[in-house]
């Protein structure tokens, strides 16, 4: 019974049409001998992801050479190890043939089943085959990968849309030095500011756009939290969940969360609210930036800053709206996918972002409106000073619509509208 399922699995998605998938501004490399695995929060595309994939390989090679499964399918629920066996006899039962060819296996989710990096390893050592792997938790593939694979593979994060990304998904080409083109850009970008970069959500109406994100918002505490890591107490991890969204793009200490917790008459050890924390990293649902400083124990002395996965998941908790923190956000999550470490700078003034190890380091600061003389003094003053202390001659000023480039002795500030900066710096 299983094979069958198995079998009629891979005849659908022979027979799928992926002419309609939209491109993504990502490059996933095939290596020989190394296992492909995407790791991102559940609904940023990595199913999408596999079917671009496909669909490239589909120009090369047979459809029947490419083997596709995703592991949510309700069909196959309740999944056991042993069953992944069941799926290579079915696929070699279908194509007997295709022993004396390499195959790809593109197997999507695959934390949902038990044990499955043991065969993984094994269908990597005994068959022809390339393959490539997603999941939706960083410490469970990332684990179990670098222990069962043992530096035999490549992992890759995927995140929402970005701006260009986005403006793909809606059909619009950027055309610089075009007023019309820029116009339409800065309409499209308020648009993205509003609803956010999950792919499903780009043309959806006001009210379905709200549900969705509920959606996907209970998804992550109860599926990829709660399910995932046995967490008894719902209260707190929903707490933590919205507490830390609100205040997204702002400082937060586990500690003083704790208190505050401690101080509402709750029975819970400060060690649970760290746990709690690190399983919504884990799940893609939030970052935590560092101070920068060459002391890691000044490090861990030093409240982070926290980020979200999507800033349009706010509107799902009716806080009152930041365009500022939602500038920031979108900031911190396009130098996300560029650079693993991101850090804050705490001088004189706070610096939203510095990334030590670009080429050259990379400061910025965001500020949604520039336009007030003592606004535009505080910041010049800040980022020089900075500037001065980190030894660096330019720096970015994130704004939402003033262009302009200031000169103090060798330092220049590049004062830039925030999607223009998206743009032109994807690489």
Known sequence: MRKDIFKLLVRQFMEKDLSQVKERDFSLPLAPDKVISIVGMRRTGKTCLLYLLARQLRESIPRENIVYVNFEDDRLFPLELGDMDHLVQAYYELFPHKREEQVHFLFDEIQNVPHWETFIRRLQDTENCQICITGSSSRLLGKKIATALRGRTLTYELFPLSFSEFLTFKGVEYVPYSPRSESEVKHVFAEYVERGGFPEVVNYEEDLLFRTLK???????????????????????????????????????????????????????????????????????LFFIPVWTSSLRKEWRNPKKVYVIDHAVKKVLHTREDTRRVYENITFMHLRRRFARVTYFKGRQEVDFFIENASPPLLLNVCYDFSAHETKTREVRGLITTMETLKINKAFLLTADTTEEIKVGKKTLEVIPLWRWLLENQS
């Open 215 to 285: 959606e996907y918002l209970d998804m992550i505490i109860y599926k990829d939290i709660v399910e995932r890591y046995r967490v008894t107490n719902l209260f707190v991890i929903r707490y933590l969940m919205h507490y830390l969204i609100r205040n997204m793009a702002n400082l937060v200490s586990p500690g003083k969360l704790f208190n505050d917790l401690k101080s509402q008459g709750l029975k819970i050890s400060k060690n649970t609210v760290y746990n709690y924390i690190s399983f919504m990293e884990e799940a893609f649902a």
